[in-house]
Nanobody, 122 residues
Framework: QVQLVESGGGLVQAGGSLRLSCAAS??????MGWFRQAPGKERESVAA????????YYADSVKGRFTISRDNAKNTLYLQMNSLAPEDTAAYYC?????????????????WGQGTQVTVSS
C-alpha cells in the first residue's frame, strides 16, 4: 500500500523559511512533486523531481526561492522554502507517480498525501 506523509508545515513570518518533508512507502516512483492549494483557488504545481534527480520542474512563482530534493535511500521528498511570502500560504501536498510523464500536470500523479498547512504572515 502506497503512503505519502507530509510534515514540516507551520506558521512563519514573511521572509522566513520552512522545509517540508514527504515520507513515501509502498513502492518506488518515477517522479515526485509538491502541489499547493490556497482557499478558493485551484490546486497548482509547485515543484517536481524525477527519480534520479536529474530532472526538476519549478513553477515560475517559486523559482529561486524553493528547492526540491529527494533522498531515495530514505524514500523521502523535501521542499526547502525560503523568502516566503503571504501568497505562499496554502495547503501543500506531496504527490508521486510511477512514470515521469509531465511533471507539472496534476493528472499525471496517481498517489497523494493528506497535505500540510503553510501559513505566512505579513
Amino acid at each position: 500500500q502506497v503512503q505519502l506523509v507530509e510534515s514540516g508545515g507551520g506558521l512563519v513570518q514573511a521572509g522566513g523559511s520552512l522545509r517540508l518533508s514527504c515520507a513515501a512507502s509502498g513502492r518506488s516512483f518515477g517522479k515526485m512533486g509538491w502541489f499547493r492549494q490556497a482557499p478558493g483557488k485551484e490546486r497548482e504545481s509547485v515543484a517536481a523531481i524525477s527519480w534520479l534527480g536529474d530532472s526538476t520542474y519549478y513553477a515560475d512563482s517559486v523559482k529561486g526561492r524553493f528547492t526540491i530534493s529527494r533522498d531515495n535511500a530514505k524514500n523521502t521528498l523535501y521542499l526547502q522554502m525560503n523568502s516566503l511570502a503571504p501568497e505562499d500560504t496554502a495547503a501543500y501536498y506531496c504527490a508521486a507517480d510511477r512514470y515521469i510523464g509531465t511533471m507539472s500536470r496534476i493528472r499525471d500523479y496517481e498517489y497523494w498525501g493528506q497535505g500540510t498547512q503553510v501559513t505566512v504572515s505579513s
